[in-house]
């Protein structure tokens, strides 16, 4: 099977992604009063209305519909004044009513967009002559919303293995509930996807604006943000749509881009040799690294959609929308910006800090207890330090980051003192000083210590004179050891390079 690159010099790749986020942050479920909690015992949290029940009749819940026209906002999208619940049939264990209440042609919202920052090469194997190219390659490449639309998430099954598995011979699943009727929205993106990296960066920007907007945890891996990603492939230049196929609940960043790149190169070598792709559901198998085929692609006349005739029509105030509005609060994008704006830090690591909401936290109030000089640093602590390391105070932070900015510890030091200091309230500046590991800056001793070293190093030395300017760093690890790690290997660069141009 030929590689991505080669496939993409011959064909193009047109992606769309249908993106499922439950709304987590909510206290109930969608039409019912029951607690929103999949962490309970199975069938702890259910009732006539997500169990089906006949006669039982759902309830809206208001602050999930609050949070979809969040997201719309946030997404660029147009709240529609008007919008009604549908009923989608299909009958499976998981839908006891054998129904799923979702929305009809018309969405709470509709046609939106989000910008993608595509770094790298690229730009030139992109036929959309409405993306921005940069000169290093980089591109900005903007991605239609069809629409975002409400719908209740099903039952969970639990399909069991081996002998506890079978009765009378045939195996056994088990069903809870308890996440039955979840909110769920699912975010249609139009088919403007042209590789796995870009649909890989739509996911991670669409997870970092849900995250801020506080509507969902998020969790690729429990599963409360999951993926179907559709793919089809045409000759370049052409217009026309090839067959797509589906990859259905994909769940995380990584099983996105290798599934979406496994599939078009394997398409491609399909109509290469005079073969058929076939319009089907397919299954990505991480271990295999390959897609498998699930079942043959429902079309929407399976569904037997109609308007549910127990859920009247939603008309949505100029005052409703306008409180969700102001619940929007600063997006992933500006807050990237302001921190570049405010304190000259790099767009990538600015970036970095503004994606996670509890990231983006610690920075602010670390660099509330600065100086603006040091702010950088604090930055610096925050995407190159932190990192794996969640039981850290922003005061921690801030202490740690005056050290580096003093010049007091180096970078590995830091790196020490913060595993120490990380779970306690132990002040990283106490923890250095209590350890004899803060640096000298004392010139005097520091130049004894290099006058010291140039005097057995003589080969350095003469490699130095002869034009081998990197033998420097040979020179400050021959101080920092004698020195015992107490000096500051800046100046004792500084004060080498003094000594050997003098």
Known sequence: MKKLAEVLRDWEAVIGLEVHTELTT???????????????????????????MPGALPVPNEKAIESIVMAGIATNCEVMRRSMFYRKHYFYPDMAKNFQTTQGPVAFVMHGHLDLE????????????????????????PIRILRI??????????????????????S?????????????????????????????LFMEKLRQTFLALGISDCSMENG????????????????????????????????????????????????????????ETRHWEPSRRRTVVM???????????????????????????ERCR??????????????????GLKRADAAQLAGEP????????????????????????????????????????????????????????????????????????????ERGMRQSNDTDALMAVVDEVLGRCESQVQQYQEGNKKVVGFLVGQCMKASKGTGNPKLFNQLLVERLEG
């Open 224 to 279: 409360s943000m999951r993926c179907d990603g559709n793919i089809s492939l045409r000759r370049r230049g052409e217009t026309a749509f090839g067959t797509k196929t589906e990859m259905k609940n994909i769940n995380s960043f990584k099983s996105l881009h290798d599934a979406l790149e496994y599939e078009i190169c394997r398409q491609a070598e399909v109509l290469e040799e005079g073969g058929i792709v076939y319009q």
């Open 118 to 141: 595509v770094t790298g090469t690229g730009a030139a194997e992109r036929p959309d002559n409405t993306i921005e190219k940069a000169d290093d390659g980089s591109y900005v490449a």
């Open 358 to 433: 509890s990231v983006a936290k610690r920075f602010e109030e670390a660099a509330a207890l600065v100086g603006e000089k040091a702010v950088p640093t604090v930055a610096n602590v925050m995407v190159n330090l932190v990192p794996g390391h969640d039981d850290v105070s922003a005061a921690q932070v801030a202490s740690l980051a005056g050290l580096l900015a003093e010049d007091a510890i180096t970078f590995a030091q830091a790196r020490e003192v913060l595993e120490l200091v990380e779970g306690t309230d132990d002040d990283p500046e106490k923890v250095v000083d």
């Open 26 to 52: 909510l206290e109930t479920k969608m039409f019912c009063g029951c607690k929103l909690s999949h962490d309970d015992e199975p069938n702890a949290n259910v009732c006539p209305i997500c169990l089906g």
């Open 149 to 170: 639309h409400m719908e209740e998430d099903a039952a969970k099954m639990n399909h069991l293995g081996g002998a506890e598995g079978r009765i009378g011979g045939a």
């Open 172 to 200: 056994e699943s088990l069903i809870d509930y308890n996440r039955c009727g979840t909110p769920l929205i699912e975010l249609v993106t139009e088919p403007d996807l042209r590789t796995p990296e870009e649909a890989r």
């Open 326 to 343: 102001s619940r929007v609060g600063e997006l992933p994008d500006a807050k990237r910006d302001r921190y570049v704006e405010t304190w």
């Open 295 to 321: 079942r043959v692609k429902e079309t929407a006349d399976d569904y037997r959609m109609y308007p549910d005739p127990d859920l009247a029509p939603f008309d949505l105030t100029d005052e409703f929308i």
